[in-house]
């Protein structure tokens, strides 16, 4: 190997090293690509106000601070109790719900779980999948359904936003399972939103929020990852210099001695 090639092959191992977990881990069949970016802290800022609007309500996010979220997104305070603390909950308090779980699961027949994990354990491409996969289904005591959460017991929340989305059903073949789940014993084939309830947002629109809102998600499940995403440049800028340092050391040790 010549030297510039071994110097090549050093910055690639170091980009590889230097790049976040979730780039090279893929995340289960059949899930829509949310494109979250930890480094777009407008998203984040976003995703975090529409969680405290639409979300915060039923679900909590026991291991996170307002404080926290404050510092983390560059919003001062005062931004975040104006536009994030909807609960009257103190700057420094954890991000909890109003709702005593019990009338919670009186309610919805089940408490709505904290959120503070969810994009650990399921992803944020299954959290975004999932906001795009509710569709109205009478037989259900909500009016909701949801195609990777089948019988969820969570309503279409953002419907306002989205619209109504119905499925598009096919006949079954034979006994093979339905990829997105049943409808009226057919096969879920797609979800289009209903012409008569269109939503406020148009579907890129949509398609951003729920984005933004996995996002946050996301890093609220691990915050220490924002401050990853920002070190993993440096420090392949740092090994780049560095690298090329000791090529010119080197180059300089060795000049005398041929
Ligand atoms: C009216 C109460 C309510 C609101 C508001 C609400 N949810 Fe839920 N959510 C639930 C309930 C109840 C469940 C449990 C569903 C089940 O397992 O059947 C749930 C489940 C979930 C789950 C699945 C968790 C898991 O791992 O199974 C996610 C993700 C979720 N909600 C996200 C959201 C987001 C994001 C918002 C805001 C856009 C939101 N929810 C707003 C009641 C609510």
């Not at 106000?49 to 510092?71: A, E, P, T, V, W």
């Not at 996002?215 to 440096?234: D, I, S, T, V």
Request: negative net charge; charged residues 20%; glycine residues 6%.
């Amino acid at each position: 190997m010549t030297k510039r090639q071994s110097i090549f092959v050093s910055l690639v191992v170091a980009a590889v090293a230097a790049m976040p977990m979730s780039a090279i881990a893929s995340e289960g069949e059949g899930l829509l690509e949310a494109n979250t970016h930890l480094t777009d802290q407008a998203s984040l800022q976003r995703g975090a106000q529409l969680f405290m609007n639409y979300c915060s309500g039923c679900h909590s996010l026991k291991y996170m601070r307002y404080g926290r979220i404050g510092d983390d997104l560059g919003l001062t305070e005062k931004q975040v109790t104006e536009n994030l603390d909807f609960t009257g909950a103190k700057y420094l308090d954890h991000v909890n719900v109003a709702m005593n779980p019990v009338d919670a699961a009186n309610w919805f027949g089940k408490t709505p779980p904290d959120l503070s994990l969810t994009a650990r354990s399921r992803g944020p491409n299954w959290i975004y999948t999932y906001l795009k996969s509710f569709y109205a289904d009478e037989s259900r005591p909500s009016g909701w359904n949801n195609t990777i959460l089948p019988n969820a017991s969570m309503p279409n929340v953002l419907w306002q936003l989205q619209g109504v989305q119905h499925p598009v059903t096919e006949p079954k073949h034979g006994s093979e399972p339905c990829a997105k789940g049943e409808f009226n014993g057919q096969c879920i084939k797609e979800l289009v939103v209903d012409d008569a309830h269109k939503g406020q947002l148009t579907p890129e629109q949509y398609d951003r929020d729920a984005r933004d809102i996995s996002a946050f998600l996301q890093y609220a499940a691990e915050p220490a990852a924002l401050e990853r995403e920002a070190w993993g440049w440096k420090v392949v800028l740092f090994l780049a210099f560095f690298s090329l340092l000791a090529y010119l050391l080197k180059k300089e040790y060795w000049r005398d001695v041929h």
